[in-house]
């Protein structure tokens, strides 16, 4: 047999998928097909009713998307403004002007609104998918893993179902690492391609490849792209504006090799231009993306250095706990259900199995090396701030490479050599994950819905402005308290019907007229004035489901409540 023949027949072991038994073809393809079906089906199922209610981030997002959907214009009359205003800080272009895309192309609806999220969640799933099925070789088993556990894991379950900026950034984070891994994985074309990831390769022996040096060609268009993602980044969220520049000094760091620096020079080149919007934001806005930063940051505050590297290292130590990783998340009901952590259990089981594999197994290599500094990196930008931490939306990214470093303890169970062993560790992966994904979505719709009333502070506003409207009278005043309130009143009065075109306003100090209807919340019924007109109420209640009435539960008031006046006589 010629060397050529060989190296062709190599080549073509190498592009077999691995980790599956032989003739599983057709069950592979149904459980992808499936995975694929339950990742939409419940990300799309009761999208506008869980969580119950639409936050004011959520609605601030609606409104000014609607607006620019309409008008052009924000809240304020800028026209496509950089960044958007509103209630003390500065939303972020990239989720807002896909929000006003999708309003312009379906309607203004609560369920448009977090259709956003999953618009940008599923091109994150499916770039992590082809990341790994490339990084791994095919391995099936990995990418029945990654459907399944990427697909299902708990902080990008909960943020793609919810209208935050924040979902954007996993997504460019998951074409930037795409991209880093083709340019510097795949711009070489020696005959062993792939496995210079230090990946394992079942049943064929790295050593045993013909080894032909080939020169690296520069992928100038890839690179480009790369740095444009990369930098575009800092449009996502607010936490891209440091980790976006740590990224970059960590693949110079990682990656600086002679024949990397045009590709590296290229990158940066672009990722700089990026950031000429920002730039000019920032010297004709002054202070304005440093100040929300520093009214929940402690390092500006008057404490000693050494106080402030202990809170920073408090901060750091809830972010890696238990706690936090597995068993309770995000304390905050908008950011979490309450139920299990950032991610399974399982994920955190074969993140420890994939550190031993590099480390003991030192297949340590460039790409797993910028992983793991990246791991090390996500927390930072939530740990410099105070404010609710541990802070599930802040560290999104952790999730992300917790996630990523786990595939290689699915690798390493994939390729055991003892196959009874294998498939009895493989199997308990498989059964463990399932029960988790199961009890999470169990929680998520049968007993989330009435845990979130509260959280997300609106349940009830659209319902509320329809009866005030419904109840015909001269005009109707919305109680702006807190201050947020606003934002939910402007998105909600584009969804009821006012075929009267009823006056809406506004206040802070409400005082109850005649043939007048008050709309407020619950808690600032003490505050309203009094008034010899008699009135109507309305209040809502959600009605525990059948599970939540046998466990008990009762039903929830609402949110909001409304008086309506009587005219005088």
Not at 90 to 117: Q, W
Not at 184 to 190: D, G, K, L, M, Q
Not at 462 to 480: G, M, R, T, Y
Request: hydrophobic share 45%; proline share 5%; with cysteine.
């Amino acid at each position: 047999m010629s060397l050529k023949h060989t190296q062709q027949r190599l080549l073509f072991l190498l592009n077999q998928p691995q980790g599956w038994p032989k003739g599983g073809a057709k069950v592979y393809n149904a459980l992808v097909v499936f995975l694929l079906i339950g990742v939409v089906v419940t990300r799309l199922f009761q999208l506008a009713e869980i969580p119950t209610g639409l936050y004011a981030d959520e609605t601030s997002i609606g409104y000014n998307a609607a607006l620019i959907a309409q008008t052009g214009l924000d809240e304020h009359g800028t026209p496509f403004p950089i960044y958007f205003r509103a209630f003390g800080e500065y939303k972020n272009p990239i989720y807002m002007y896909l929000t006003a895309l999708i309003f312009k192309l379906f309607g203004i609806s609560a369920f448009n609104l977090r259709l956003t999220s999953v618009l940008f969640y599923l091109p994150a799933l499916l770039l992590t998918l082809f990341l790994v099925s490339k990084a791994f070789n095919r391995n099936k088993a990995i990418e029945l893993y990654t459907l399944a556990g990427f697909g299902f894991l708990p902080v990008f379950f909960m943020l793609s179902r919810i209208s935050f900026e924040v979902i954007s950034q996993l997504t460019w984070i998951t074409a930037a690492n795409l991209c880093i891994w083709i340019l510097f994985n795949e711009s070489s074309v020696p005959v062993n391609h792939g496995l210079e990831a230090g990946l394992p390769k079942a049943g064929l022996p790295k050593a045993g490849l013909p080894q032909t040096a080939t020169k690296r060609s520069v992928n100038f268009l890839g690179a480009a792209l790369c740095g444009l993602i990369l930098g575009s980044s800092i449009y996502t969220y607010s936490t891209a504006r440091l980790l976006s520049f740590l990224t970059i000094i960590s693949l110079w760091v990682i990656y600086l090799k002679r024949e990397n620096i045009k590709t590296l020079a290229i990158i940066t080149v672009m990722f700089l231009a990026s950031l000429i919007p920002y730039i000019v934001f920032t010297l004709t806005h002054p202070g304005a993306t440093t100040e929300r930063f520093l009214s929940i940051s402690y390092i500006d505050d008057p404490i000693p250095v050494i106080e402030k590297v202990q809170v920073f290292v408090r901060s750091l130590f809830k972010y890696w706990s238990p706690d936090f990783l597995v068993i309770h998340g995000d304390p905050n009901l908008r950011h979490g259900t309450g139920y299990g952590g950032i991610v399974f259990y399982v994920t955190l089981v074969l993140f420890g199995i994939g550190l031993v594999s590099l480390f003991w197994g030192k297949k340590l290599n460039r790409f797993n090396i910028f992983l793991l500094v990246n791991l090390l990196m996500s927390p930072l930008a939530a740990v410099i701030t105070s404010a609710g931490a541990p802070h599930a939306l802040r560290s999104v990214l952790l999730g992300y490479y917790l996630f990523l470093i786990s595939c290689y303890g699915m690798a390493l169970l994939s390729n055991l050599k003892d196959h009874r062993l294998k498939k009895i560790l493989m199997g308990s992966v498989a059964f463990w994950l399932a029960i988790e994904i199961i009890g999470y979505q169990a929680n998520y719709f049968v007993f989330y819905p009435s845990k979130s009333i509260e959280a997300m502070e609106s349940f009830d506003v659209q319902a509320s402005l329809q009866f005030a409207v419904d109840q015909n009278p001269q005009a109707i005043v919305f109680v702006n308290e807190p201050r947020t309130s606003y934002a939910n009143l402007e998105f909600y009065a584009d969804l009821i019907s006012n075929p009267q075109n009823i006056p809406i306003t506004m206040t802070q100090e409400p005082v109850p007229t005649a043939d007048s209807c008050l709309i407020y919340h619950q808690w600032n019924e003490a505050s309203l004035g009094v008034s010899p007109a008699q009135f109507s109420e309305y209040e809502s209640l959600k009605q525990p489901n059948v599970i939540e009435r046998l466990s008990g539960v009762k039903p929830r008031k609402g949110i909001m409540k409304v008086r309506c006046y009587e005219a005088a006589q």
